[in-house]
């Protein structure tokens, strides 16, 4: 039997309908769904039946680990989400990099400093971006190594805002 690829369901469902789901699945009363989670039951009860449409992530997560199921997260190509590489490196401020931008290993001078001199005696940082439209070339030119066929870039004056 072959695998069918993931497709994101047409349309999403409700969170009461989804959590009623996930407790009939792992066949659990609403009591003992909650006393898993570590949850009342009465939060249980709310969210089931829809008087409470807003509970925090936190509460989700923990009904439906309770539950034995998990939550993903797809893309629109339906593909799951998962951390981006270097996700947890820090610039030399101690900020996360920006979260639109490709961040990279800087493996010697050229990677990074682009002028025809770097300023004297500052050390190369370890990682480094790319403002949009270079980041947009690299990936551009990954995909025709790769073989795969990039997507045609947007056409309607779109500017390079990150500099």
Excluded at 52 to 73: E, F, I, T
Aim: proline content about 9%.
């Amino acid at each position: 039997m072959t695998e069918q690829p993931h497709e994101p369901p047409a349309v999403l469902l409700p969170l009461a309908v989804l959590l009623r789901a996930a407790r009939h699945r792992a066949d659990l009363s609403q009591r003992e769904l909650a006393e898993r989670a570590g949850i009342s039951r009465g939060v249980v009860g709310d969210v089931e039946s829809g008087r409470s449409n807003s509970p925090s992530v936190d509460v989700v997560l923990r009904l439906l680990a309770a539950a034995g199921c998990g939550l993903v997260a797809v893309g629109p190509d339906g593909e799951v989400l998962t951390a981006r590489k270097y996700d947890d490196v820090r610039d030399r401020g101690y900020r996360a990099w920006p979260a639109h931008l490709d961040v990279r290993p800087v493996r010697n001078a050229g990677d990074w400093w682009f002028g025809f001199a770097r300023p004297g005696g500052m050390p190369l940082p370890p990682y480094t971006t790319d403002g949009r439209s270079r980041r947009d070339v690299r990936r551009r030119r990954l995909a025709l190594e790769e073989g795969n066929t990039p997507g045609e870039p947007s056409v309607g004056g779109e500017e390079d805002r990150d500099g």
